[in-house]
């Protein structure tokens, strides 16, 4: 069973930077589709970004050109850079494994089925 095991959370303030990392056990972590969700308090989980096996990546449209999604298949590890923060990219932020192996980069949170335990970002205003 895979594990993944996010870091790099915390309280930022607007116009600021972090970047999540997210560490993944197991084998063939390059054959996977790795993707970002983000849940704010109420409200449901949603979908941020994702990239391929083959490194394609795929944007929310609230992120997009401030976010950037990578990988690195020699450390098994997935990011998530996150410039030009706003108070409404506060929430929960989980990094997830797409179920296919050399499937494309998806925003569909039900093809999604191992996750990380989060990581919490606030952006103060």
């Known amino acids: 069973q895979v594990q993944l095991v996010e870091s790099g959370g915390g309280l930022v303030q607007a116009g600021g930077s972090l970047r999540l990392s997210c560490a993944a056990s197991g084998r063939a972590f390059n054959s996977y589709t790795m993707g970002w969700f983000r849940q704010a308090p109420g409200k449901a989980r949603e979908f941020v970004a994702a990239i391929s096996w083959n490194s394609m990546t795929y944007y929310a449209d609230s992120v997009k050109g401030r976010f950037t999604i990578s990988r690195d298949n020699a450390k098994n590890t997935v990011y998530l850079q996150m410039n030009t923060l706003k108070p409404e990219d506060t929430a929960d932020y989980y990094c997830?494994?797409?179920?296919?192996?050399?499937?494309?980069?998806?925003?569909?949170?039900?093809?999604?089925?191992?996750w990380g335990q989060g990581t919490q970002v606030t952006v103060s205003s």
């Open positions: 997830a494994r797409r179920s296919a192996t050399f499937s494309g980069a998806s925003a569909s949170l039900q093809e999604y089925v191992n």
